[in-house]
């Protein structure tokens, strides 16, 4: 099985995400916010997802392999604590 080098994969989906953004029928603005996806954006995006529904951050950690618990809760638990934050001040206005 041949294996794929980090930059080859890493242009490929730089190539998919222009080509998605050229045929897409996108607001100037997902434009400008699709224009800053990166892989490494998309590596993000999932952990932050994955956190917030629900997904054991050990889970999470392993997928992003990452050595450290701490790492996975200070990068990626912050988006939904800010969320609850919100909420929770909601509530109480």
Not at 33 to 55: K, M, N, Q, V, Y
Request: glycine share 2%.
């Amino acid at each position: 099985m041949e294996s794929t080098g980090y930059q080859a994969l890493y242009l490929t989906v730089c190539t998919w995400l222009r080509k998605a953004d050229s045929s897409s029928a996108l607001t100037p603005i997902e434009r400008q916010l699709l224009a800053g996806a990166s892989p490494h954006w998309l590596r993000h995006t999932f952990a932050t997802r994955a956190i917030e529904r629900s997904a054991p951050t050990e889970v999470v950690q392993a997928q992003q392999r990452h050595a450290s618990h701490c790492t996975t809760m200070n990068i990626y638990v912050k988006a939904p604590l800010d969320r609850q934050v919100r909420a929770i001040s909601a509530a109480f206005m």
